[in-house]
């Protein structure tokens, strides 16, 4: 296993535009997360999910986003009518258990012109 | 309410000065985790250290060394003889364990400049 995978590592849209990003874990961890990070901050949670349940989601994922985990596995993250303010990098991260053995996928650079 | 902050925003030191990044947390929980990360120009989030909140021990991994302090709330780390290949954003960052989700709240980070 290498690791968290994220594809594509950059992504160019047009607003308006739906973009779907994808989120190999680690296979043995249980638990992904989302993030997303704005130049100059620190990455900012947005989703959960401990197997194929997403637990929770942060009030910064609008009716606009959605999160998928089929089967526990994979997750995907697609944003609908992109708008100019979803211009971040989108990390993803997997974890065995709570405070433990977080690791950080290369993250999706997103950019809506 | 949990928080991060990290009121360094930039620092800027020549090769070989210590230099420590501050870390103040805010957590009702009694239980948590503590994590710094290192992020490089090529923007992968890379793990350092994480220290629960049991354990105030300092830790020393090499140049890079660590206080963690309850009483001031506080986990700052030190990088000595620093290097250039030092300079990167860091990041300071808090788990709760109530809840169990286990989301990492980050700090807004202290971009690090070492000049050679």
């Known amino acids: 296993d290498t690791g968290v995978s994220q594809d594509p590592r950059h992504k160019i849209t047009k607003r308006g535009q739906n973009v779907t990003f994808r989120c190999d874990p680690i296979s043995e961890h249980n638990r992904l997360y989302w993030y997303r990070q704005t130049l100059g901050q620190g990455p900012e949670f947005l989703t959960y999910f401990q197997n194929e349940a997403q637990l929770e989601k942060s009030r910064l994922l609008s009716d606009r986003f959605s999160a998928e985990r089929p089967k526990g596995s994979f997750s995907t993250l697609e944003i609908q009518r992109t708008e100019q303010g979803d211009s971040a990098m989108y990390l993803c991260a997997s974890s065995e258990k709570t405070g433990y053995g977080y690791t950080f996928g290369s993250g999706t650079r997103l950019t809506v012109v | 309410a949990q928080k991060v902050t990290q009121a360094q925003t930039e620092i800027s030191v020549v090769e070989k000065e210590d230099v420590t990044l501050d870390c103040v947390y805010e957590?009702?929980?009694?239980?948590?985790?503590l994590f710094w990360y290192k992020q490089p120009p090529s923007g992968e989030l890379v793990f350092l250290i994480r220290?629960?909140?049991?354990?105030?021990q300092n830790e020393i991994s090499g140049r890079y060394s660590w206080n963690f302090q309850k009483s001031t709330s506080s986990f700052n780390f030190t990088i000595t003889a620093s290097q250039v290949v030092d300079s990167a954003v860091y990041f300071c960052?808090?788990?709760?364990?109530?809840?169990?989700?286990?989301?990492?709240?980050f700090g807004q980070g202290t971009t690090l400049q070492v000049k050679p």
């Open positions: 960052a808090l788990s709760e364990a109530a809840g169990n989700t286990g989301k990492l709240i």
């Open positions: 220290r629960n909140s049991f354990d105030e």
């Open positions: 957590t009702r929980d009694t239980t948590y985790y």
